[in-house]
């Protein structure tokens, strides 16, 4: 199965960009890039995903290589309650269904 | 909305302690999943289920077995509880739309065991 490598942890300005890089140089031609974030107490929410284009929704924009060994997962504008843990994740598909394969993830802390 | 209910928030077991884990969800939901959450880890799969009846490993099945003889029930069995299973576990359930999958989960329980 693909992995994904995150950093450990990042710090953004409220009111700026918050740029979270993930590697998934494993990954398989038709595996899914999908990123979910976790607050505090919560389960895992989902934000966006991804195949080969770019994509961008309500919540986040995704950035990846053309290769597609890495993605970008970037909030425009974080606020205080962005403040989470950020799981970049592979889709992998089985002859039955699907399964997604989460790493470490990233713990974004938004500061004012 | 999409809800997926897990019987409990908290749950303090014995070793050696025959363990049930209940995750129901309301949208009809083929796919059901378990994975434990602990520091520095992220979340790993336990076991998923694909249809009623049908369960796949994942990466770390060893202890634990797994029941869905109704689509909307997912029961994670842990057949004797150990210190080391002491985490939180999450369930969660997807739909695929147009190859799209959106798995929702529920709030997760903190299981102890002493």
């Known amino acids: 199965d693909a992995k994904t490598t995150q950093p450990t942890s990042m710090d953004c300005a409220e009111g700026r960009a918050a740029n979270l890089p993930c590697n998934h140089s494993t990954i398989s031609g038709n595996e899914y890039v999908y990123w979910y974030r976790q607050i505090h107490s919560q389960g895992p929410q989902y934000i966006i995903h991804?195949?080969?284009n770019n994509e961008t929704n309500e919540m986040a924009s995704l950035i990846i290589t053309e290769d597609r060994k890495s993605s970008t997962l970037i909030l425009p504008h974080a606020t205080l309650r962005d403040t989470a843990v950020y799981y970049c994740?592979?889709?992998?598909?089985?002859?039955?269904?699907?399964?997604?394969?989460f790493g470490a993830g990233t713990i974004l802390r938004v500061k004012s | 909305d999409v809800k997926v209910t897990q019987s409990s928030r908290y749950l303090v077991k014995r070793t050696g302690e025959k363990v049930f884990l209940e995750c129901v969800q309301d949208?009809?939901?083929?796919?059901m999943f378990w994975y434990r959450q602990d520091p520095g880890l992220g979340l790993r799969l336990i076991y998923f289920s694909y249809d009623v009846k049908m369960k796949e490993k994942g990466d770390i099945p060893e202890g634990y077995s797994v029941s869905r003889e109704k689509k909307e029930r997912f029961s994670l069995i842990l057949e004797s509880a150990s210190t080391n299973q002491t985490s939180m576990y999450l369930c969660a359930s997807s739909l695929i739309q147009g190859g799209h999958t959106e798995a929702f989960f529920g709030q997760g329980t903190r299981l102890t065991v002493v």
């Open positions: 994740i592979v889709r992998v598909q089985m002859e039955y269904g699907n399964k997604l394969v």
């Open positions: 949208m009809d939901h083929e796919n």
């Open positions: 991804g195949l080969k």
